[in-house]
């Protein structure tokens, strides 16, 4: 049990680090790769059910035979993956964003009802992480100057369902909704592992690349130039 506590305590640091590390650098990398090795990164470690629902289904007493098979993600709550594969990168980036956001409003209701839980404020700092990288990655597609409202227009996606007065029922869709959480995380996690298998072509045409290429080009060479004697024209 301390082993286990310690190594959360670590967890919620090293995390924590991570985040106040891409607020205080305040600019993005001009790096597309790096970001997007990042946010593949992040999306794998928050499938992981260990990070929020386990400890969930345990606060709640849903961790038992007869009443843990009730906690299967709700259709229609978070996009499937081939949909999420379906999108382009501009819509994809806007898909995600737009559902962290949600996801973020879900996990501020479990820390109100259960505040002797740190693993949704850690959940949360994280979550802001991402929607930095996000941020970062959308100035690299070529035309964007900024992450535009994000939409979930053709993927049948909807807001969660608010939580219900019955207070089992409440529990359950907590659980439920976390279920559906690690999936989509996976989901998205999958989508980035792709993107760094086929590079876009918008690495090749962000403005960093552009001006250090046009740099290149207006130094001079000297290659080929060959001196010319004294009163000797070239030919």
């Known amino acids: 049990m301390r082993a286990q506590l310690t190594w959360r305590i670590l967890?919620?640091?090293?995390?924590?680090?991570?985040?106040?590390?891409?607020?205080?650098?305040?600019?993005?990398?001009?790096d597309d790769q790096e970001l997007i090795k990042q946010l593949q990164h992040q999306a794998d470690i928050m499938q992981?059910?260990?990070r929020l629902l386990d400890p969930y289904m345990r606060i709640q007493g849903l961790d038992t035979p007869g009443l843990k098979e009730y906690c299967q993600e709700l259709p229609g709550v978070f996009p499937k993956g081939n949909a999420l594969h379906g999108l382009g990168?501009?819509?994809?980036?806007?898909?995600?964003?737009a559902k962290l956001g949600h996801i973020l409003?879900?996990?501020?209701?479990?820390?109100?009802?259960?505040?002797?839980?740190?693993?949704f404020r850690t959940a949360k700092m994280y979550i802001h992480g991402i929607?930095?990288?996000?941020?970062?990655?959308?100035?690299?597609?070529?035309?964007?100057?900024?992450?535009?409202?994000?939409?979930?227009s053709g993927l049948g996606v909807s807001l969660p369902p608010p939580p219900a007065s019955?207070?089992?029922?409440?529990?359950?869709?907590?659980?439920?909704?976390?279920?559906g959480y690690h999936r989509f995380m996976h989901s998205v996690g999958q989508v980035f592992h792709k993107w760094r298998e086929s590079p876009s072509r918008s690495r090749?045409?962000?403005?960093?690349?552009a001006l250090k290429k046009g740099t290149r080009r207006m130094q001079p060479s000297m290659r080929g130039n060959r001196l010319m004697p004294r009163g000797q024209l070239p030919r």
């Open 11 to 30: 967890l919620s640091l090293v995390l924590r680090l991570l985040f106040l590390k891409a607020v205080a650098m305040g600019s993005c990398s001009g």
């Open 48 to 50: 992981d059910t260990s």
């Open 89 to 97: 990168r501009r819509g994809f980036l806007q898909t995600l964003n």
């Open 105 to 119: 409003h879900r996990l501020t209701t479990f820390q109100q009802d259960l505040p002797e839980a740190q693993d």
């Open 131 to 152: 929607r930095n990288n996000i941020y970062c990655l959308a100035q690299l597609l070529p035309g964007s100057s900024e992450t535009a409202e994000p939409t979930q």
């Open 166 to 179: 019955d207070t089992f029922q409440r529990k359950l869709e907590g659980c439920q909704f976390l279920r």
């Open 204 to 209: 090749r045409h962000s403005p960093h690349r």
